[in-house]
Nanobody
Framework: QVQLVESGGGLVQAGGSLRVSCAAS????????MGWFRQAPGKEREFVAG????????YYTESVKGRFAISRDNAKNTVSLQMSILKPEDTALYYC????????????????WGQGTQVTVSS
């Protein structure tokens, strides 16, 4: 019943910026935190960033700190990831995720997944 739909993916040059967004819907939608994972070809899916919907506290994986910024708009049930100074290594399918687990801004437990949006960074 809960759906997470990503948008905003695309192709950008290295050093450029891109914003991906996730729209959530569903009557049972009541997560503690939402965030983003990514998966590149031949690699494991990895956590990128998460945010507490209650407080706005955010957590980032080390490789994107200082370059990416996650935000939420609770009124619109959306979460966005502003990606700057993009590198070819950031190329991946980006998945939106949500958890109902308290304080789980790192999304160790994921209850819902989006279908993903492709981000490609050219050099």
């Amino acid at each position: 019943q809960v759906q997470l739909v990503e948008s905003g993916g695309g192709l950008v040059q290295a050093g450029g910026s891109l914003r991906v967004s996730c729209a959530a819907s569903g009557r049972t939608f009541n997560p503690y935190a939402m965030g983003w994972f990514r998966q590149a070809p031949g690699k494991e899916r990895e956590f990128v960033a998460g945010i507490s919907l209650r407080t706005g506290f955010a957590y980032y994986t080390e490789s994107v700190k200082g370059r990416f910024a996650i935000s939420r708009d609770n009124a619109k049930n959306t979460v966005s990831l502003q990606m700057s100074i993009l590198k070819p290594e950031d190329t991946a399918l980006y998945y939106c995720a949500a958890t109902s687990a308290s304080y789980d801004v790192r999304l160790n437990r994921v209850d819902y997944w989006g279908q993903g949006t492709q981000v490609t960074v050219s050099s």
